[in-house]
C-alpha cells in the first residue's frame, strides 16, 4: 500500500479520538496536552500571581514589615 492510498474502512471514518487508557493522571495529561495554549495562560497567570504576593511574603517571613512615610 503506497502513501497515497486512502482507506475506507469503519475504524478510519470514525473521528472520535482515540480512547485514552490508563488511569487518571493519564487521561489528565493526554486532556492537558490537547489544551496547550490554556496551561500556558493558566501558569503565567499563576507565575504572575506568585510574583505580586512574593515581596509582602518575603517581608512576612523575614520578620520586617515596611512602614508608610
Known amino acids: ?3 497515497t ?3 475506507t ?3 478510519s471514518a470514525d473521528s ?3 480512547a485514552i487508557t ?3 493522571l493519564a487521561r489528565f495529561g493526554a486532556r ?3 489544551n496547550f495554549k490554556w496551561v500556558v495562560t493558566a501558569w503565567l497567570v499563576v507565575i ?3 510574583g505580586a504576593f512574593a ?3 518575603f517581608g512576612s517571613l523575614a520578620g520586617t514589615t515596611r512602614k508608610s512615610a
Open 55 to 57: 515581596p509582602s511574603v
Open 1 to 3: 500500500m503506497s502513501s
Open 48 to 50: 504572575i500571581g506568585l
Open 16 to 18: 472520535s479520538p482515540p
Open 32 to 34: 492537558m496536552a490537547g
Open 9 to 11: 474502512d469503519e475504524s
Open 22 to 24: 490508563g488511569g487518571p
Open 5 to 7: 492510498d486512502v482507506r
